[in-house]
């Protein structure tokens, strides 16, 4: 299991990668065509865009995301229609 620090709903968050399974474990990060709150104290709506772009957009397509709460989706769907973080 990998730990990826994705800071930008929390400056501490960090999402999980389960490589053998290509699984990812996505907390507050990523959801199915949305992303985590930014609004709270200590979040950042371009260090989040930045931890999705630079992090998780950058695993496999055919990788499943688990968000901490909702349906899951996969890396490739998200980079296709996720309206509020593009490639």
Known sequence: ?????????????ISLFIPAEKKLIAGDTLFRGSVGRTDLPGGDSRAI??????????LPDDTI?????GEE???GREKASNPFVRP
């Open 65 to 69: 995301v688990t968000p901490g709460h």
């Open 49 to 58: 865009a930045n931890s999705i772009r630079g992090k998780l957009y950058t």
């Open 1 to 13: 299991m990998n730990v990826l620090h994705t800071p930008g709903h929390t400056p501490g968050s």
């Open 73 to 75: 989706t996969s890396i």
